[in-house]
């Protein structure tokens, strides 16, 4: 049965929103406040039963955030600050799964959301210039704008092993964590990935598990986490530095402020000074030696050689046995060219009686059976499998969903031939449609996400009160300002090392297994945001407005 959307706007017969909100994780429920604060009439679906997107769905033990407080919040509303109430610098998923819902009921924003509810089409009609968006639950709602606020990293992906499916054990992905929690006490656990969200995880259950089983591909170099309780008074200090920290995330290159200066790697600096600063840096905790250390560790292959050789030393230094430490230390790549994460303790636990490591460069999965997983080597016997393995990147949400725009044209058969957006946020060919999160946007990746999806989010708010107060129908980019946009992000992206590096989610993964374009916009937020400011501020020159 088909139920229309109840709606204060009629047109004809026909009941319209002004605005679809497809998701309620961190951008959309920031879209929906925004849009709703305009006094558009906006209708929302979210999936999940409840909101905050990953943080709903990425509840397995020891999920945790590694942007350092207090930089992951919300930055519309200094209200908001003066009521959070953070217990640690990198706090965990409950405490910010609670978070959100705090938001949405501060805002009063619970009551517009259909929750599980999926999106399964969105199509557009080129001589009403409205959407038609039909969910799995058989709403069907017109409107003249769609906003996917899907997000980058929320479809799961999962290997592809002969006989997966004969296994007789529970199996899980880490993003589709039951919320009621698993029972793994003295299982025999295998882990596959040991990335951003494996490590996490596997220290969690380490110690609860009978035996760990942790299945690594690529060793990442990870950064010790220091991450003590807050007090009283560190939340007084973010409350009273909200304008201070608003500038200065607003103009950070990745949305994390960090005082003091980045010197050149080599330019007069002497040695012992630059292992100074390393050093100073590294007791920090954070993701700083990444994001703030020296200004050409991202461009200039000795800097980023140097940095790499200091924190495989840092590594090595924990682990005892030389056969182990040869499996968990990075040597074939530049530190900072994949998704650093942080650790707490990862590199000890391999010495536990309970936790072996299985190199899959040595020995590659081969199948799966009743019992468990096969390498090429050996038999590993299993009770769960956990997945750690990561997502479909950047397309992979807004894949699940048919959408087509102009001449009933797909976006995934489009973006399987080209994957393109103007700023990340549009697409030539679907007019009155956004997107955050979407490639070729800071917000992609390499950004600390409340800041990015702010400024897009605004930006989509502000497109869209122009189209209507200038009495227009559509806008969407032209084809010229999408290929100046992509050309515009493959200069400044693909010299990078990150770039190079092509076995990481930053770069995309087609269908096919091939690995596709950087997904990562590398020139920094302060110069996005002037593209997408002058965008708006010349009344979106170079777009196409009916
Ligand atoms: P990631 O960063 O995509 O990591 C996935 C992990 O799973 C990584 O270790 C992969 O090894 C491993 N993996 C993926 N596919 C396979 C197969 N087929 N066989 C063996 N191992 C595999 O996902 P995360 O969830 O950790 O983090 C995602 C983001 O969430 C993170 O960057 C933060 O932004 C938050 P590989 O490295 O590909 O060899």
New binding site residues.
């Given amino acids: 049965m088909t139920e229309m959307i109840e709606n204060k706007h009629v047109v004809g017969s026909r009941q319209l929103a002004d605005v679809v909100v497809v998701g309620a994780g961190l951008s959309g429920i920031y879209q929906l406040y925004r849009l709703l604060k305009d006094g558009l009439n906006v209708v929302a679906f979210e999936a999940a039963s409840g909101v905050g997107g990953v943080w709903f769905w990425n509840s397995y033990p020891g999920a945790r955030v590694?942007s350092h407080f207090p930089h992951y919040q919300y930055w519309f509303s200094k209200a908001l600050w003066d009521d959070a109430d953070w217990s640690e610098r990198f706090p965990a998923q409950p405490e910010i799964a609670r978070y959100f819902n705090h938001v949405v009921d501060k805002f009063d924003l619970r009551r517009h959301i259909h929750f599980e509810t999926r999106v399964v089409s969105a199509v557009f009609d080129e001589a009403s210039g409205l959407w038609t968006v039909r969910t799995n639950k058989g709403h069907e709602v017109q409107a003249r704008f769609v906003v996917f606020n899907t997000g980058g990293?929320s479809e799961p992906?999962v290997?592809?092993i002969a006989g997966r499916d004969n296994f007789a054990g529970q199996t899980f992905h880490?993003?589709r964590w039951p919320s009621a929690g698993v029972d793994l006490a003295g299982k025999r656990v295998g882990v596959?990935?040991?990335?951003?969200?494996?490590i996490q995880l596997i220290q969690a259950i380490a110690p609860v598990v009978g035996h760990l089983t942790v299945?690594?591909?690529?060793p990442?170099y990870a950064i010790a986490i220091q991450n003590p309780k807050l007090t009283e008074a560190d939340l007084d200090a973010m409350r009273s530095s909200f304008d201070e920290l608003h500038a200065q995330v607003h103009s950070s290159r990745g949305g994390l402020y960090y005082p003091g200066d980045t010197p050149p790697m080599f330019d007069d600096l002497p040695a012992e000074e630059r292992e100074r600063h390393l050093e100073a840096i590294w007791t920090e905790g954070n993701l700083r030696l990444w994001a703030h250390s020296f200004a050409d560790t991202g461009i200039n292959p000795a800097a980023a050689a140097c940095v790499s050789a200091f924190v495989r030393s840092k590594i090595r230094a924990r682990i005892k046995d030389p056969l182990l430490a040869a499996k968990l230390v990075p040597e074939d790549y530049y530190f900072g060219t994949?998704?650093v994460?942080l650790e707490n303790g990862f590199y000890e636990l391999f010495a536990r009686d309970n936790v072996a490591l299985v190199d899959?460069r040595e020995e590659p999965?081969q199948t799966m059976d009743a019992a468990g997983v096969n390498t090429t080597k050996r038999h590993h016997d299993l009770d769960v499998i956990i997945y750690?393995?990561?997502?479909d990147?950047g397309v992979g949400a807004l894949g699940q969903i048919d959408i087509r725009g102009n001449a009933k044209r797909s976006l995934k058969d489009a973006w399987e031939e080209s994957l393109r957006t103007t700023v990340g946020m549009q697409v030539h060919g679907f007019p009155n449609l956004f997107m955050t999160m979407a490639p070729f946007a800071p917000a992609a990746?390499i950004c600390n996400v409340p800041v990015c999806i702010d400024q897009q989010c605004d930006w989509i708010a502000d497109t869209i009160n122009f189209v209507r107060r200038k009495g227009h129908q559509s806008i969407q980019p032209s084809a010229a300002t999408e290929e100046a946009w992509m050309a515009h992000h493959r200069e400044v992206s693909e010299p990078t090392l990150l770039a190079q590096n092509k076995?990481s989610?930053y770069r995309r993964i087609a269908a096919d297994g091939t690995r596709r374009e950087l997904i990562a916009y590398m020139g920094g937020i302060p110069r996005y945001r002037q593209v997408c400011d002058a965008m708006r501020d010349s009344d979106y020159e170079g777009f196409e407005l009916t």
Avoid at 215 to 218: E, G, K, L, S, V
């Fill in positions: 590694d990293l992906k290997p592809e880490t993003s596959v990935g040991t990335a951003a969200t494996g299945f690594q591909r690529t990442n994949r998704r994460p899959l999965f750690a393995t990561g997502f990147a990746a076995n989610w």
